[in-house]
């Protein structure tokens, strides 16, 4: 029993490496180029040409080949970079109001339309009831004038 024991302990513990390095996936260049921007052009890594962007690509590749996870690499390109590196602003600070602002405008609009719109429809259907079905009557000079016109061109 005790046999049966330490080998069951053997087996979890070569399986426990495994298993931790399972559950974060590898980095790769094509997920990270379109979170980081390059810090010359001030364009998505993804699309940009040229030796800055070169350099930025090599450094990741090379982060990627020592194992770095995704958020280890975007650290160490902050902190090569700076933090205008990354094309996702911050989520806490001055980076939130990128996120708030339209988040606020949104729900500012849509506060907006739920209060107007029932206004808006009974502003129409009280027009639509005073107006009547009925086209006002034509005074005798515009049916005759109608007349001519139609008979001009009909």
């Known amino acids: 029993m005790r046999r049966a024991a330490v080998l069951l302990g053997l087996v979890l513990a070569l399986a426990a490496p495994g298993a931790a390095t399972a559950s974060t996936p590898r980095a790769s260049l094509v997920d990270i180029e379109d979170e980081v921007m390059c810090v010359t052009c001030k364009i998505p890594l993804n699309i940009a040409e040229g030796p800055q962007p070169a350099r930025e690509r090599a450094l990741i590749r090379d ?49 907006g339309l739920v209060l107007l719109l029932p206004r808006w429809r009974r502003r129409a259907a009280a027009a639509a009831a005073s107006e009547g079905s009925a086209a006002p009557a034509l005074s005798s000079a515009d049916a005759r004038r109608l007349d001519e016109d139609l008979a001009r061109h009909g």
Request: charged fraction near 15%.
């Open 63 to 111: 982060l990627i080949a020592k194992g770095r996870t995704k958020a280890q690499i975007k650290a160490a390109l902050v902190a090569e970079y700076g933090p205008n590196v990354l094309a996702l602003p911050r989520s806490d600070g001055v980076g939130l109001t990128a996120y708030a602002v339209p988040l606020a405008l949104v729900a500012l609009l849509v506060g």
